[in-house]
Each structure stands twice: as structure tokens, then as C-alpha cells.
């Protein structure tokens, strides 16, 4: 499958302090049912990458965020997709299980918690312990 047909998705690592939040994706989704996932979505026609993580953390977290000005803090690519993250610690509102259809549960997790979670992606507890390590902007 080339470039052009992985499906454009974004994601956020919302870190407060020495946590980040997860989502917890319904063990009847289709895809990665039963799993620890970030925020975040596919980027709709015509949508900049960074404005799609916008809307994806107000439609599932009920948060505000400024748009991203920089690269994402890293990029992992697999067979069907292209994912995007990007680290916010700064937004407005309290986050929420705004989008229960997709997930049933969202949680904060700490370094020492993340290992013994089944996360979405194999490469995800690698980039949040480096988050966890770097100092807040």
C-alpha cells in the first residue's frame, strides 16, 4: 500500500506533570478494540494536520488546545496509516470521556503504571517515558 492511501491520522500526548492521558478503546471497536490509545483521529479532506488534533481533542476530550506551530513530536508510520503526535501540557477545560462510542474509559497514567497497560501501538511506551523525562515547555 503506498503513502497516498494510509489513512491521515493525528494524536496527542496530554501530559499534566509526570502523567499523560489515555483513552481506552471499546473492546467493540473494529480497529485496536480493548486498548490503551491517545486522543486523536483521522484528518479530514482539506484539514491541516495540526488543526485535525484541534477538533479531535475538543470532539473526544471536550478540551481546547492551541494548534500545534511546530513538527510533531513523533511520526509513526504502519502498513494503513500515517500517525502523527504531537505533546501538548496546555489546554482549557477539563478533560472528559467526551466521545463514549470510542471510548470507555480515559485515564491518567504515570511512568510506573504505563508498562503494565496494552497499548494501541508498540512504540508508545517508548515516547511517553521520553516525554515524561523532558522538562515542561
Known amino acids: 500500500m503506498d503513502s497516498d492511501a494510509r ?4 494524536a496527542a500526548v496530554l501530559r499534566d506533570g509526570n502523567r499523560v492521558l489515555l483513552c481506552h478503546r471499546s473492546a467493540t471497536r473494529r480497529w485496536d478494540p480493548d486498548v490503551w490509545d491517545l486522543p486523536g483521529g483521522h484528518i479530514e479532506p482539506g484539514e ?3 488543526a485535525a488534533m484541534v477538533r479531535e481533542l475538543r470532539e473526544e476530550l471536550g478540551v481546547a488546545v492551541a494548534e500545534p506551530t511546530g513538527p510533531p513530536a513523533q511520526h509513526v508510520a504502519g502498513a494503513t496509516y500515517d500517525l502523527q503526535i504531537w505533546l501538548v501540557d496546555s489546554w482549557a477545560g477539563t478533560p472528559v470521556n467526551a466521545a463514549p462510542d470510542e471510548h470507555d474509559a480515559i485515564a491518567w497514567f504515570d511512568a ?3 508498562a ?3 497499548l494501541a501501538h508498540d512504540s508508545y511506551l ?3 517515558t521520553s516525554i515524561l523525562t523532558r522538562p515542561p515547555r
Request: hydrophobic residues 50%.
Open 112 to 114: 510506573t503504571e504505563l
Open 116 to 118: 503494565g497497560l496494552h
Open 48 to 50: 491541516r494536520a495540526g
Open 7 to 10: 489513512a491521515q491520522v493525528v
Open 126 to 128: 517508548a515516547t511517553f
